[in-house]
């Protein structure tokens, strides 16, 4: 486990996210899942969350750089974890869908870690 070298309580979080690196992901995304003919759009929320969290940067009250998060989420456990919900979604004609999405994001959060 990483410990961070200053405390980071009463801190603050950047996201260094552009426009052109959320358009470059969409475009890629939308590359994926035509070639693939649709199931990249499992994996697409995962690698969003990924994104957005690797992004992060953790900051201290004088606005320095204290660390930043990083997701270590596998294409593994991406797979595991879908198969489980199309499964879920398939026996519950779709009402457990909706929830797909909560549970990615508690997926991607579970495995982020401060480095």
Sequence with gaps: MTVATRPLHHGHTRLNLTMMDVLGHLIIWLLISIVTLGIGLFFW???????????IELEDRTRSSVGRLE????AGQ???HI???ILLSIITLGVAYPFYIFGV???AIDRTRIV
């Design 45 to 55: 929320p995962y690698a969003s969350a990924k994104l957005i969290i690797n992004a």
């Design 71 to 74: 997701c270590q989420l596998s």
């Design 83 to 85: 198969l489980l919900w």
């Design 105 to 107: 994001v508690r997926t």
């Design 78 to 80: 991406q797979i595991g």
